[in-house]
């Protein structure tokens, strides 16, 4: 009776170490999924800032450009204009007595 009731107790402490491990694997198991979470989130917040950074600085370089195309319309009209004027003071009489001569039809 001696040697079962050893063997129980044996078997008790066997089933408690088990339960005792189940219990620290699970403790653990929590532990690395919340240590994963937050390792997640700052992936995500550090790959939110660089997305952000890269956009700011897209835009920025899309507005300069815009600024520098707009630079050029404007000095391209204002060289045009300068010609046509140019044109104009050199060549009106010209131009005047060619649309005369249009409109009296000769």
């Known amino acids: 009776m001696e040697q079962m009731e050893t063997v129980l107790s044996r078997l008790s402490e066997i089933e408690d ?3 005792s491990l189940e219990e620290q694997a699970a403790e653990q198991k929590k532990d ?3 240590e994963y979470e937050a390792k997640t989130k700052a992936f995500d917040t550090e790959i939110d ?3 952000q950074e890269k956009l700011k600085n897209l835009n920025e370089k ?3 450009d815009a600024e520098n195309e707009l630079l050029k319309m404007k000095l391209e009209t204002e060289r045009q204009l300068t010609a046509m004027e140019q044109e104009y003071s050199q ?3 010209k131009l005047a007595e060619g649309i005369f001569h249009k409109m009296i039809g000769e």
Do not use: M, P, R
Request: glycine share 0%.
């Open 17 to 19: 170490a088990a339960v």
């Open 32 to 34: 690395i999924a919340a």
């Open 49 to 51: 800032a660089q997305t």
């Open 62 to 64: 899309l507005k300069a």
């Open 91 to 93: 060549n009106h009489e």
